[in-house]
């Protein structure tokens, strides 16, 4: 008589999951192991680990024939985290688990030859969709446990080996839990007081720690402009609870997660080099398309550094994610979509030579212009601030500048009153704040907005660059305390725009 058991695992497609249904029927024809259900090879080579995992586990195998069937069929499945849900789903068919205990729960893992359970990626984003879809019980590998901890709402269990999650479902033996929830330590961020003058882009930096906005620094080399971008992340707010789980579900997928403290509320900084492939920068890969840099920089920072010498084809694939604050990676089996609301730190020197005095530029003016062509308008159009670097002149004790806690006060200020602001509209920060609902909802009077109307009559303004003018001027009307812009605030957030070309 042919036997038939179900259990259930996690599907992954980006961070998002989809709870699959394994089920497994023995009996009916030549022994023999069949894989259906759009498997991918890591997941078709699981029937060798699965069939060693349980011999070597002291467990019998059936030796008549299997078919293990994964549902929804028309969903690509891919990894091995399905090993310890099709171990058990053919062990419950030949009588050796029973389904009930099967029932509701969510089993992951892979399976290591001996039967040990191997970590695997992606179990926060597995678990928030086993949540979703209404299963109340989640075995991992233990090693993963503290990852686990993030998800409240269901039980949560850890196993070494395959033994001990079968001796659980027997009821036999107890499985180890979930302790509290570690937060990562957060290591003192270098100061802003060590940067030696440089007050305009300082400014700059607070304008855009302040509002969420993208700020481009140009200057000789030896000027600070990556002192300063490290030391954007002192500035910013710690990310709330929502945020903070969907970096640490991004960071899982990507395999970056740490073990030891996986809930991190300090906002990411992420700094590729120009090296870096477009995969990298954006997500990709063969097979399953991962998380590039941009995603791991969610709610954070990207910092591009000589971002003259990226590729254009690199810069350009910017343009997407700045806007939509997501990134789509289209597939043959589908469209994989992951986070990236991110801010854009761009660092440049003023030509390819790089002297440390602009009089002792060698570059034809040919050059010049290619070398910061590479940055295209429209990338440039969707960069809010621009600051000019100065020649060091004078070694100034450090400290001559405000500290990092001062600066954050008023930028925290800031951020709070416009998250007042726009709260039941549900956005965050100034930067959000499409542009359509600041010309009319959130309107300023004809005689604040002049300055943009005569920019965009002279053609020195696109409709986009005006909207990002109008949201840094409401950043700037946050950091002086006031209710809203002013015509001289408005005319300071064009300024900002223009000081990268001064």
């Not at 019980?137 to 269990?157: I, K, N, Q, S, Y």
């Not at 270098?190 to 906005?213: F, I, K």
Request: proline letters at 7%; glycine letters at 12%; a positive charge.
């Amino acid at each position: 008589m042919a036997g038939l058991a179900r259990a259930w695992s996690v599907a992954l497609r980006g961070v998002d999951g989809q709870v699959v249904e394994i089920e497994a029927a023995i009996g009916g024809g030549l022994p023999g192991i069949h894989l259906v259900g759009l498997p991918d090879a890591a997941l078709h080579e699981s029937k060798d680990r699965v069939r060693a995992a349980v011999v070597n586990s002291g467990r019998g195998w059936p030796n008549e024939r299997i078919v293990l069937a994964l549902s929804p069929a028309t969903l690509r499945k891919t990894g091995s985290s399905f090993d310890v849900a099709l171990a058990c789903c053919v062990l419950a068919a030949g009588g050796a688990v029973g389904q009930q205990a099967l029932d509701r729960t969510v089993l992951l893992g892979e399976l290591a030859l001996d039967g040990r359970l191997r970590p695997v990626r992606g179990v926060l984003p597995c678990l928030l969709a086993a949540r979703s879809a209404g299963l109340h019980r989640v075995v991992v590998p233990a090693a993963t446990l503290p990852e686990a901890a993030l998800v409240d709402g269901l039980e949560v269990f850890g196993a070494e080996t395959l033994n001990e999650v079968l001796g659980w479902l027997a009821g036999d033996v107890a499985l180890r839990r979930p302790g509290a929830v570690v937060a990562g330590e957060r290591a003192a961020p270098p100061d802003l007081g060590d940067v030696m003058g440089q007050t305009d882009a300082r400014n700059a930096l607070e304008v855009a720690a302040a509002g969420g906005h993208h700020l481009l620094m140009i200057g000789p080399p030896g000027t600070g402009k990556t002192m300063l971008a490290q030391r954007i992340v002192g500035l910013l707010p710690e990310l709330g609870p929502e945020a903070a789980l969907q970096l640490a579900a991004i960071r899982s997928v990507a395999g970056r997660l740490p073990g030891d403290g996986p809930l991190s509320t300090v906002a990411p900084f992420v700094a590729p080099h120009h090296s870096t492939s477009m995969a990298a920068l954006i997500g990709g890969g063969s097979g399953t398309a991962r998380p590039g840099a941009v995603s791991l920089a969610h709610r954070g920072v990207l910092f591009l550094d000589e971002c003259p010498e990226f590729g254009p084809h690199l810069l350009e694939s910017l343009r997407t994610p700045l806007e939509e604050g997501e990134v789509r990676l289209a597939r043959a089996e589908g469209t994989v979509r992951y986070p990236a609301r991110f801010q854009l730190i761009l660092a440049a020197n003023p030509c390819p030579c790089a002297p440390a005095r602009d009089r002792d530029c060698i570059c034809p003016a040919q050059a010049r212009r290619r070398y910061l062509g590479r940055l295209s308008g429209p990338l440039l159009d969707r960069v809010d601030l621009r600051a000019r670097m100065q020649p060091v002149t004078a070694l100034t004790a450090s400290g001559d500048g405000e500290c990092t806690a001062t600066v954050r006060a008023r930028v925290l200020a800031a951020r709070a009153a416009a998250a007042a602001r726009w709260s039941e509209h549900g956005w965050q920060t100034n930067a959000e704040v499409p542009g359509p609902a600041l010309r009319t909802r959130f309107a300023l009077p004809r005689s604040a907005t002049r300055p943009l109307d005569a920019g965009l009559r002279a053609g020195e303004l696109t409709a986009r660059g005006a909207d990002r003018a109008l949201r840094v001027a409401w950043t700037l009307s946050d950091l002086q305390g006031l209710d809203r812009p002013r015509r001289d605030t408005v005319e300071n957030a064009l300024y900002f725009r223009d000081r990268g070309a001064a």
